[in-house]
């Protein structure tokens, strides 16, 4: 992929989660990765997303050595480096702070898989990773913050889950480009909504059978999909 236009997607993405009102000030960041250079574009920290200019949008590399930009990358580079390092599918990563997604990871509860729309993106409930400890959030807290989403994700594929809740911090999803992360946590912050919702009204919900599950995810993503593809 050119680089220019992986910083152009970059700065798309930035600029869709402001406009879905994901993102606050400065409370979110969007990422690129073009794997076959090893390149990860990102927000540049502390630049007003309305002000992004692609010149602007830093390159580094998947050790976070910066290679293009006068700017130094968002704070959060390290987590979204460990989800390129230990995802190799994945081809963006948005991380917000919006608001109902935000306060499940605050609660750290998992969004539970209630109603198809959500079985049309995440294949069960949106998990929540584990909180850090002292140790690990003293010393390398962002790496370490994308450490505990992996570990969340052990044994399970990435492409099913596409994204989680980090506890008492809020979600990070990705995705097979900038453009698809931005949307998964679009999809997310709703599916967060309607799931406070269905809690208030019955907190005894029970969860949606296996079996409609698997009809809603895997016919858009399984092996045999036939819809909306
Ligand atoms: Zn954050």
């Known amino acids: 992929m050119k680089l220019k236009q992986l910083r152009e997607e970059v700065i798309e993405a930035n600029l869709e989660i402001v406009r879905r009102r994901l993102v606050l000030y ?3 960041n969007a990422s690129g990765i073009a794997r076959d250079e090893g390149l990860v574009a990102i927000k540049p920290s502390g630049v ?10 830093v390159l580094t590399d998947l050790d976070g050595k910066v290679v293009d930009s006068s ?11 460990e989800l390129y390092r230990e995802f190799p599918g994945i081809g963006g990563v948005v991380h917000t702070h919006s608001t109902h997604a935000t306060a ?5 509860r998992e969004i539970p898989c209630c109603g198809t729309t959500q079985a ?14 002292a140790e690990e959030i003293e010393e390398d807290y962002e790496r370490n913050t994308g450490r505990a989403i992996v570990r969340r994700l052990a044994g ?4 099913d889950l596409p994204g989680v809740l980090v506890a008492g911090h809020g979600p990070f999803t990705w995705g097979a480009s ?5 949307f998964h946590a679009v999809v997310l912050e709703e599916l ?6 269905t809690l208030a009204l019955n907190p005894a919900v029970e969860p949606l059978l296996q079996a409609e599950i698997d009809k809603h995810f895997l016919r858009k993503h399984g092996p045999s999909a036939t819809y909306g593809q």
Do not use: C
């Not at 700017?71 to 480096?81: A, I, K, Q, W």
């Open 192 to 197: 967060a909504t309607m799931a406070v919702l």
């Open 71 to 81: 700017l130094r990358p968002s704070s959060d580079l390290d987590t979204h480096l």
């Open 26 to 28: 400065t409370f979110g």
């Open 48 to 57: 007003p997303f309305a002000d992004l200019r692609p010149e602007q949008i």
């Open 156 to 159: 399970m594929n990435p492409d």
């Open 120 to 133: 049309d993106y995440w294949y069960g409930p949106v998990p929540v990773t584990a909180p850090l400890t």
């Open 178 to 182: 900038a453009a698809k992360a931005a």
């Open 104 to 108: 499940f990871a605050q609660a750290r």
